[in-house]
T-cell receptor
Framework: AQSVTQLDSQVPVFEEAPVELRCNYS??????LFWYVQYPNQGLQLLLK??????LVKGINGFEAEFNKSQTSFHLRKPSVHISDTAEYFC???????????FGQGTRLTINP | DGGITQSPKYLFRKEGQNVTLSCEQN?????MYWYRQDPGQGLRLIYY???????QKGDIAEGYSVSREKKESFPLTVTSAQKNPTAFYLC?????????????FGPGTRLTVL
């Protein structure tokens, strides 16, 4: 069975500082990996996804993530955050043939001025 | 514009009442999903449907029911058997043939039981 662990439930950072949100997964087959963002009282929006190919994936709003198969990780990074990045971020995994996404518990990113 | 709509945005219900949450999509997606979101628990899958007139239970289906009579609609009924229904409910859809099965989400319905 697949599972996703987001290692930090909350991450506070100062504006313009870099940030990394950590995600580890477990799966016995090839995986597809996703990062979603949720602003308060809204649905989820896709930030980026890894399906195959280059392990460094660039997404919207300046975010990027790196797929590391040996460490089963898919950490999300941004070199300089803005107040508008305050939101909850979810990592998710699926696999070929699976119709379901498995989500992590989420990481709340708080940006302090 | 294509997308997913959920209604109502806020819903209040008395204990013992059934209530139905609406989800409509015009993306021509085959698959649709219902999730429940509680603080600190991420998203948990309630039901999903890959094609019309077919659906499967997710991880927390007890106390919920669904129907899929049309491709674009996937309503969720929260029954009185659901012990703790107060939560944020999210509907999503995806194209089953697309590699990676990216899901698109609606804006959500917040249900409060009084």
């Amino acid at each position: 069975a697949q599972s996703v662990t987001q290692l930090d439930s909350q991450v506070p950072v100062f504006e313009e500082a870099p940030v990394e949100l950590r995600c580890n997964y477990s799966s016995s087959v090839s995986v597809y990996l996703f990062w979603y963002v949720q602003y308060p009282n809204q649905g989820l929006q896709l930030l980026l996804k890894y399906l195959s190919g280059s392990t460094l994936v660039k997404g919207i709003n300046g975010f990027e993530a790196e797929f590391n198969k040996s460490q089963t990780s898919f950490h999300l990074r941004k070199p300089s955050v803005h107040i508008s990045d305050t939101a909850e971020y979810f990592c998710a995994v699926s696999s070929s043939g699976a119709q379901k996404l498995v989500f992590g518990q989420g990481t709340r990113l708080t940006i302090n001025p | 514009d294509g997308g997913i709509t959920q209604s109502p945005k806020y819903l209040f219900r008395k204990e013992g009442q059934n209530v139905t949450l609406s989800c409509e999509q015009n993306l021509n997606h085959d698959a649709m999903y219902w999730y429940r979101q509680d603080p600190g628990q991420g998203l948990r899958l309630i039901y999903y449907s890959q094609i019309v007139n077919d659906f499967q239970k997710g991880d927390i289906a007890e106390g919920y029911s669904v129907s899929r009579e049309k491709k674009e609609s996937f309503p969720l009924t929260v029954t009185s058997a659901q012990k703790n229904p107060t939560a944020f409910y999210l509907c999503a859809s995806s194209t089953t043939w697309q590699q990676g099965h990216e899901q698109f989400f609606g804006p959500g319905t917040r249900l409060t039981v009084l």
